[in-house]
């Protein structure tokens, strides 16, 4: 360094706002949130961690899908108050990190541990999943399910991002990261991972979930999507399947897996995948999936896992009981927004 032709000093303040929208917690129940705050502006720490504009991405990623779900009519503008509730959870979880953390880079140097490691390295390594942002888990609530079936697929934490895992695309025989076929797109997954003895065929679980969820008047696809639209425009289902996919016969699969959509109808040959056995890299086995039973996952629009579910559940894919925020119960003439 030859010169210091400019300088600065960086005042760290560590800060969050009690809300990230206009709706005070004593009017939740009354009126639904117009302005909303993302990023520094609701929350500001050290850059000594890397995450102020990963977080502040995470923010608006959050709210995305819900803005485009109420403006497009598709969820009541209560919907709109989670996005204050789970992104402050996540800030404030961030600020309280930035505190330790602050403390260890600034801590005395000399203090290597068993392995050898100064503190600084160690602690680094440990804080991955943090700082990779693995470790926000929203709490349960309307748009994320409680621990009831979590042990069908343990690798899937419920409320926490989607952790991807490599399988194979039955039509192509393309391995690709399953989490690669979600796109940005504000619409929810459901993944069906199939039992062991099931290949998709008429008579099996996955076929007997495909037909409810494509046909019975009381499922998801069927409430959620207008008439006209794709099967898939509000809820995208896909397969994964233990077998290789030798073993599979994609004619032979349900109707919903391989869907005629788009301006000009054509088959959609990309929903349908079978575990990598081949390359080691078993999806099953990898993400803990009971084998014998398989399951249901659930992924909202930010990829975050919504539920875990059986393959038998219909009751829980079935219609809500009515909305606990008033609001979202007004008739609409009535709102206040
Ligand atoms: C030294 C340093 C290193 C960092 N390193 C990392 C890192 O490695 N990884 C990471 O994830 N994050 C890092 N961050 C944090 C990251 O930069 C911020 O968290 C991120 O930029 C916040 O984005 P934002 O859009 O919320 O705010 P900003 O990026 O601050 O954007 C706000 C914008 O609003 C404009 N503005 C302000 N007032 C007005 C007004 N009245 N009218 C119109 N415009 C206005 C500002 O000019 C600015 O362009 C670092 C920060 C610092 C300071």
């Known amino acids: 360094m030859k010169e210091v032709v400019w300088w600065s000093i960086y005042e760290i303040g560590h800060r969050l706002t009690d809300k990230f929208d206009d709706v005070p917690e004593g009017e939740v129940a009354t009126r639904a949130p117009r302005v909303m705050l993302a990023g520094d502006a609701c929350h500001t720490h050290s850059p000594k961690a890397g995450q102020g504009m990963n977080v502040s991405m995470g923010d608006t990623f959050n709210l995305g899908w819900k803005l485009i ?6 969820a009541d503008p209560g919907l709109l108050h989670s996005y204050s509730s789970e992104r402050r959870a996540a800030a404030k979880g961030l600020v309280e990190f930035d505190h330790q953390w602050a403390r260890v880079v600034g801590g005395l ?4 541990g ?15 999943p943090f700082t990779c942002g ?22 899937f934490d419920i409320g926490k991002r989607l952790h991807s895992a490599p399988v194979v695309r039955l039509a192509d025989a393309r391995p690709m990261q399953l989490g ?24 099996g679980a996955v076929a007997a979930l495909c037909e409810w969820l494509e046909h019975d008047p009381a499922s998801p696809l069927r409430r959620h999507t207008a008439p006209g639209e794709d099967v898939d425009a509000v809820i995208d289902t896909r397969a994964v399947f233990q077998q290789d996919l030798r073993a599979l016969d994609f004619a032979a699969m349900p109707t919903l897996l391989r869907p005629h959509v788009g301006r000009y109808g054509l088959c959609d040959y990309e929903k349908i995948f079978c575990a990598d056995v081949k390359r080691g890299h078993d999806i099953f086995e ?8 398989g399951c249901i996952l659930i992924v909202r629009p930010d990829q975050y896992v919504g539920h875990v579910l059986p393959l038998a559940a219909r009751a829980e894919l079935g219609p809500a009981s009515p909305p606990s925020c008033a ?11």
Not at 69 to 74: E, M, N, W
Not at 114 to 128: I, K, Q, S, T, W
Not at 136 to 143: C, D, S, T, V
Not at 180 to 203: K, N, Q, S, T, Y
């Open 180 to 203: 690669h076929c979600i796109e940005a797109d504000a619409r929810w997954r459901l993944f069906v991972f199939a039992p062991a003895d099931d290949a998709g065929g008429a008579g």
């Open 109 to 112: 140097a000399g203090d290597d």
């Open 134 to 155: 693995l470790t926000i888990r929203y709490e349960p609530g309307a748009l994320t399910g409680g621990t009831a079936y979590q042990h069908l697929a343990k690798g």
């Open 114 to 128: 068993v392995d050898g490691l100064p503190r600084v390295a160690r602690e680094f390594v440990a804080n991955l």
């Open 286 to 293: 990898l993400r803990g999936i009971v084998r014998d039973a």
């Open 327 to 337: 609001c979202a119960a007004d008739p609409p003439a009535q709102r206040r927004y």
């Open 69 to 74: 779900s109420v403006l497009t009519g598709r």
